[in-house]
């Protein structure tokens, strides 16, 4: 088996964020937790899994084979065009979490191109393939 090497790693954009800052900033302890939300929010992509840690006091960590994932889109609402900035939704065959969303990243196009190359060489070397019925 080979080793399982870090391809991309990201959080999510705290740029988001600044408009409801700017709204809810009377009340500091809103753009607090909205602040430690994002920031406590880490993206991993390896040669083999994807990770998505979420959680500021207890945390939840998601892993997705990569030979799972059936299909990706990427999505750039104008708010986050405007700060270069993308969402990566990927849809997966795992049971548990069938839709992966990797909100406010920069270069999602390239985030995409790095998982499709990913998810070929993983499916290659598990000698996994993907069937669809209709």
């Keep these: 088996m ?5 391809i991309w790693e990201a959080k999510p954009s ?8 700017i709204f809810f900033f009377w009340t500091v302890i809103l ?3 909205r602040f430690l939300k994002t920031w406590c929010t880490n993206y991993k992509l390896t040669s083999q899994r994807l990770h998505v840690k979420t959680g500021v006091f207890s945390q939840t960590i998601e892993q997705t084979e990569l030979y799972r994932v059936r299909d ?3 999505k750039k609402p104008f708010a986050q065009r405007i700060f270069g900035l993308g969402t ?7 049971k548990t979490q069938s ?3 990797l909100t406010a990243i920069k270069d999602p ?3 995409a191109d790095l998982m499709r190359e990913s998810v070929e060489l993983s499916r ?4 996994t393939r993907e069937v669809d019925f209709t």
């Design 99 to 101: 839709n992966i969303y």
């Design 109 to 111: 196009e390239h985030v």
């Design 31 to 33: 753009p607090l937790i």
């Design 72 to 74: 990706y889109t990427v």
């Design 124 to 127: 290659r070397t598990t000698q």
């Design 2 to 6: 080979q080793e399982e090497k870090i």
């Design 88 to 94: 990566l939704e990927i849809i997966s065959s795992d």
């Design 14 to 21: 705290q740029r988001m964020n600044i408009i409801f800052y």
